[in-house]
């Protein structure tokens, strides 16, 4: 069994790093050794884990079925030296958080370290996709993100729900007021995160119940972007109200109606829910219980 766990090793090594030279340098290790590991795996067991096209190379089919297990097998692995490192370090525990949103995720940061201070805390950000990715891939041990779609992988609990609010240059005929109506976004030039963000849909989903047409002048992948092309007068841009910072000739607006809200999901892989920091986090997160009387 030991010659099996050191070819899968240099099987993951390269599926994980999407190069052979890549893997030996994270295994320490030759570059030899680790692609006569793979082909003796793949001849071992008649299957081809990688497609080669010169220098490149992609997992096949069956490569991605076996590195979806792998992932688990060595992240646990990995999971088990850091805990030991901690020991060494006398440190009571590692909790790693990944999450699209500063704002929100320093704010659980935040909370922690008061809570448990002999936590040690990294905190990273990146997009819902590369967040999704370093997860499964047990670079980070719970994620905080505004999901449209549940993966069976994932144990998730609402972490916080948050207003989507409207924000304009402060000459902007809606900054002398508080709330507007959802219909006066009609006409209105707007500045739109892509496609894929979740503001945006939630936006383009709620104007759509209330029969509104979005008048989109540009598009724009991140936040801050969004705030400054308002400042520019380009037009009318949404945030999350978490996210709103009072940039200096802005006005964040908010809606009569309430027509857009977003929830933001605590995350983590299933397999690693009763790990103790990650079961201690989400029973301190839970949301509680809303009682209903007659």
Known sequence: MYQYHKWLRSFHAVAKTGSFTQAAEYLSIGQPTVSEQVSTLEKMFSVELFHRRGRYIELSS?????????????GQEDEALQLLQSFRQ????????????????MSLTYALKQQ???????TSFASEAGTLERLYNFDIDVAILALSEFD??????????????????????????????????????LVLRESASRTRQLVEEGCQRHG???NCVMQLNSREAIVHAVVNGIGIGFVSAVEYADQPGTRAISFVEHPFQINYFLCCLGVR????????????CAQPVQKHHK
Not at 62 to 74: C, D, H, K, N, S
Not at 96 to 102: E, F, K, L, Q, W
Not at 116 to 122: F, G, H, K, M, R
């Open 62 to 74: 069956a490569g991605r079925q076996l590195y979806e297990i792998t992932q688990g097998v060595f």
């Open 90 to 105: 006398r440190k009571q525990g590692m909790l790693r958080i990944g999450a699209v949103s500063p704002p929100i995720a």
């Open 116 to 122: 448990y201070p002999s936590i040690e805390l990294e």
């Open 152 to 189: 069976h992988r994932l144990s998730t609990q609402l972490y916080r729900t948050c207003p989507i609010i409207a924000v304009v240059r402060d000459d902007h005929p809606w900054a002398s007021q508080e709330q507007v109506s959802i219909k006066e976004i009609s006409g209105q030039p």
């Open 212 to 214: 509104v047409h979005l």
């Open 273 to 284: 829910r009763n790990r103790p920091i990650i079961a201690e986090l989400f029973d301190s």
